[in-house]
């Protein structure tokens, strides 16, 4: 917690301590030593706190007994002189002025804000003359309790009688009088409850400061040599001004703001000449500024409560201006989008008049987007002079839904896709739509000639597949008859042919057959690629397990190690998908058969936020330099007497894999095994 720097001043007086400004007291005095013993240390400490001092002497002790005595108590004396900070000057010629004691400490407290002091420290004798019976007021009391002022007042002790003294006391803060064991406070009792009630709005007020959540800090401003305004000085700060600005006060109070905040004096607010207008004419100011060097955003309020001095509070609106920026930003890049999108946009009220258009439903209508404010949807959107029975707009306003339409609207162009959004105002209450209107006129001719292109290929593939059916059947009769006639030749004619000619006839068999099992591969491939597709969850991981089983009956004798990843499930035809798992296993089993033990496995992973599926194996391999030719049909990168096969499986893989929106590739090496991807 922070001290109330610039309240609290040094008196120089042990038994009175510390006053804040705006304390009057008084003191009673028999002789001149009585008041030197006040006034001296009152002063010393006066100047070495930085406040003009003046001194107002009487007939009891006058000017010149007053400089030797202040001259021989404060060393250095002529500094404070030459510096303009101590006056002594007689009663005479202080009331010699003809101005009221409030106007004549309210000069001298302009005297010390342009000489840079912290405020004025004031003494004087006064005399009990009456008025009416009653003793007159204090010397300007007013203006010393409203501004930084410090005052004692001197009565000579035999002039008052007990009443007396207690009615001077009542008008000070307390008074100062001298017994027989030495000086003693005095009070009277409204005194007492004043400070008591001061004590108390005082604890309040400094929870206050303590606790709000505003940054405050007080200062007294520094004025040059032309009484302009130059820096000003930290006096006081309370905890939200460290946590907002992440100064400390430590760091800061007693210190010039060009001296805790360097480079502040260049900064773009030019907070010393604003601040300055504020605590030398006490106009307050509220604005908000960011400040370049504490790199934040704040809102201020500045006041001055005594000439010379200002105080400021503010908050700290850095995230609040960044969302303004932003809101702004947005509503800037809202406004480019309306404005750009080919769409044709337009605000309705409830009465179909048009709030608001982009400037495609202007251009379309011929006007400049402000031109049609306020314009009749009905009439220069449809040409009628009243709403039309279907109108979108209506349906909306009628049942606060959001609607899609085709229609057609010559003003707009064409085939239209209109859609309608209810807008509602405060009460929750329908107050027009936005429709959103597409020109759709082309893309209604493409749908058009689309249908009748699909019409055709659906067509052409029908016929397509009679043909292959046709040719299938054509082709298979006449090699059932090769292969037929080639086998009697062999079984009539064995003793009349050489070993050349019983070759040949077994050659033209292998080939008949070789030729028949291509033709069944061909129209398997097309059943799989050229049928619907029908998707249902597929556990790819039991297929894999059954194509493992069967291939371990074909071939018991085999050492192979199938390793198959669970639960594996996906989307896609079940059929279809059969056949991929089949012929990759059917491929990893073949091209593993030359190694004594083999390993096929079939798992997933994760790739590109997607997953990808895989048949690895560690048989013969390929040239990645040959992949290209994979997936093409009849295209094998190993000869028939290496491994059989007829070049067709990967081409129904690839064609399956495709028509699931998927793709597929391997990865190989010769001998080091290969490893076949896909997606879906």
């Known amino acids: 917690m922070h001290t109330l720097h610039s309240d609290n001043r040094k008196s120089g007086i042990p038994l009175i301590g510390n006053l804040p400004w705006g304390s009057r007291f008084c003191q009673f005095y028999q002789t001149k030593k009585d008041l030197l013993e006040i006034f001296l240390p009152y002063f010393k400490t006066g100047l070495e706190n930085n406040e003009l001092c ?80 009653k003793p007159l007021a204090c010397f300007g009391s007013d203006a010393i309790s409203k501004y930084n ?145 504490l790199k934040k955003w704040f809102s201020i309020s500045a006041f001055s409560p005594h000439k010379g001095y200002f105080a400021v509070t503010f908050s700290d609106i850095t995230e609040r201006k960044r969302y303004e920026r932003e809101l702004v930003r947005s509503k800037e890049e809202w406004e480019r989008t309306f404005n750009s999108v080919p769409d044709m946009i337009a605000l309705l009220d409830n009465k179909h008049r048009i709030i608001r258009v982009n400037r495609a439903m202007a251009d379309q209508l011929g006007f400049k987007p402000e031109e049609c404010v306020g314009l009749p949807c009905y009439k ?43 807008i509602f105002n405060d009460r929750d209450e329908i107050a027009g739509s936005v429709h959103v209107a597409r020109n759709i006129s082309e893309l209604k001719q493409v749908e058009k000639e689309l249908r009748q292109r699909t019409a055709e290929l659906e067509a052409a593939n029908r016929e397509l597949e009679t043909f292959s059916y046709s040719v ?27 070993a050349a000619g019983t070759d040949n006839l077994n050659r033209v068999i292998s080939a008949s057959r070789k030729m028949e099992r291509t033709i069944e591969a061909l129209l398997d491939m097309a059943k799989m690629t050229g049928g619907g597709i029908k998707k249902n969850t597929v556990n790819l991981s039991s297929i894999a397990q059954a194509a493992a089983h069967e291939l371990k009956k074909r071939q018991p004798e085999r050492q192979v190690e199938f390793i198959i990843a669970e639960k594996v499930k996906v989307n896609g035809d079940i059929n279809m998908l059969r056949v991929v798992i089949e012929n990759l296993f059917e491929n990893a089993f073949k091209y593993t058969g030359r190694h004594p033990s083999a390993n096929i496995e079939f798992g997933v992973a994760r790739a590109n936020d997607k997953n990808v599926y895989f048949v690895r194996d560690n048989g013969a391999g390929f040239d990645m330099s040959f992949a290209d030719k994979l997936f093409k049909p009849f295209q094998r990168l190993h000869t028939e007497s290496e491994f059989p096969g007829i070049g067709i499986g990967l081409t129904t893989v690839q064609r399956i894999i495709l028509r699931h929106g998927g793709s597929t590739w391997a990865e190989s090496a010769p001998e080091e095994g290969a490893t076949f991807y896909f997606t879906l």
């Open 54 to 133: 003046v001194w107002i002497t009487s007939r009891t002790l006058g000017v010149e007994d007053a400089k030797k005595a202040i001259k021989k108590a404060v060393p250095h004396f002529e500094k404070y002189t030459k510096n303009g900070q101590m006056e002594i000057i007689s009663s005479s010629r202080c009331h010699a002025k003809g101005e009221k004691p409030g106007k004549v400490i309210l000069s001298l407290l302009d005297s010390a804000v342009s000489g840079g002091f912290d405020g004025l420290r004031l003494a004087c004798s006064a005399f009990p003359a009456k008025e009416n019976g």
């Open 149 to 293: 002022v410090l005052a004692v007042f001197a009565y000579p002790r035999d002039k008052f009688d007990a009443i007396g003294l207690m009615e001077v006391v009542k008008n000070h803060r307390f008074a100062l009088m001298k017994n027989t064991g030495g000086w003693e406070v005095l009070e009277s009792s409204e005194a007492r409850t004043v400070k008591d009630a001061l004590k108390r709005s005082e604890e309040k007020l400094r929870s206050l400061f303590i606790n709000m959540s505003e940054g405050f800090a007080y200062h007294r401003i520094v004025v040059d040599k032309k009484g302009k305004p130059c820096d000003y000085i930290f006096l006081e700060i309370n905890d939200a001004f460290e946590r907002l600005t992440g100064l400390k006060g430590k760091d800061i109070i007693g210190k010039k703001v060009t001296e805790a905040l360097p480079g502040i004096d260049k900064d773009s607010t030019d907070w010393i000449v604003k601040y300055g207008k504020v605590a030398l004419t006490g106009k307050p100011v509220q604005f908000d500024s960011f400040s370049e060097r």
């Open 380 to 422: 220069y959107v449809h040409g009628l002079s009243e709403p039309p029975a279907f109108c979108p707009h209506s349906l909306t306003l009628k049942d606060g839904c959001e609607h899609m339409f085709e229609l057609f609207e010559e003003k707009l162009g064409g085939e239209m896709l209109v859609s309608t959004t209810p």
């Open 472 to 498: 299938s059947h054509d082709l298979r009769a006449p090699l059932r008859s090769i292969e037929g006639f080639s086998s009697a030749i062999i079984e009539d004619y064995a003793d009349k042919l050489d």
